[in-house]
């Protein structure tokens, strides 16, 4: 398997998963709703999971083409 980097778009929205997962498991008040420490795990494995899907995903064919 050929593994390649992300889309930035989907590496900024996986870092933004990610960052919002650690803040819900912090002991603050986000001004959010839906963002409570019982859903921080789900927001930080979602951020993972969009990653690691980027990067195993094959490339479509203009991309393909292209290199």
């Known amino acids: ?10 590496f900024v929205i ?3 998963l990610a960052m919002m997962g650690i803040l819900a498991a912090l002991p603050i008040g ?7 420490q019982d859903n921080a795990a789900w927001y930080t494995f979602l951020g ?15 991309e393909a083409s292209a290199r």
């Open 1 to 10: 398997m050929n593994l390649r980097a992300p889309n930035v778009a989907l």
């Open 14 to 16: 996986a870092g933004c």
């Open 30 to 36: 986000l001004p959010i709703p839906g963002i409570i």
């Open 48 to 62: 993972w999971f969009l990653l690691a899907a980027g990067s195993a995903l094959p490339l479509r064919g203009a």
